[in-house]
């Protein structure tokens, strides 16, 4: 066995042993802050699902988890769609960019000491800027502001990796409450769709990846122990 194949075997064990063996001894309880990030694919609304382009999604949020698994906690989202200049007859620049402040409820279960689902319903406010140069050309308009709710049903596939932190695995499925036009972009036409296009709400499915800390991460007594669900 060369040198080399020594250090990786050395190095698999290592890593074996830090994801399995040391995270059977997590047991986190109480407060986390999360962070998760992921790409945002649009839905539902026909012009907007075309025009837009969804590049990224941004996620930090802090939450409480009682003994019984309940959980709350609260947060903010940013989301950055751009004009997908490809489906306009002319080219325009630009995008929107939203902020989101929400409150979240949810239930977090982990079915072994390792893997886990954390699953929940986010609300709140909504607010976005529609930036374009046909903002500009057209209307003068340097952006143009939405304000709206939110609603997100969110599911997560939790893993453990130390006392005090987790990865996972996130789908979520953000609905804002306004209906998106070409016009809030700066079109002057309809651009052939019809108008019953533009009464559904504007939505997307975003599927990315997160972090956890826990700030009051235990180890189990003797490997095992914990509340009801197993941690």
Known sequence: MTKNNIMRFIFSIALFYGLFVQAQ????????????????????????????QGLVSATPSYQYRTP???????GLQYTYFAINEFRLPSKVYG?????????????EKFFTEIIGIDAGLRAGYVQSYMRSDALLANNNER??????????????LVMAVDVNSSYRFTVG???????????????????????????????????????SYYFNGKKSQGGGGGDDDGW
């Open 25 to 52: 001894k997590v047991n986190p309880h109480d407060d986390s802050f999360t962070f998760e990030l992921g790409l945002p694919n649009a839905f539902t609304n026909k012009p907007f699902k075309s025009i837009m």
């Open 68 to 74: 019984s698994g309940f959980a709350y906690g609260f």
């Open 95 to 107: 995008g929107m960019h939203t902020g989101t402040a929400f409150i979240k409820l949810g239930y």
């Open 143 to 156: 952006f143009r502001m939405t304000q709206a709710t939110y609603f997100e049903p969110t599911v997560s």
């Open 173 to 211: 499925y953000p609905i804002y409450g306004f209906n998106f036009t070409p016009g809030m972009i700066g079109l002057t036409e309809n651009l052939g769709y019809d108008p019953a296009d533009f009464t559904k709400v504007s939505s997307f499915l975003t599927v990315g990846f997160g972090w």
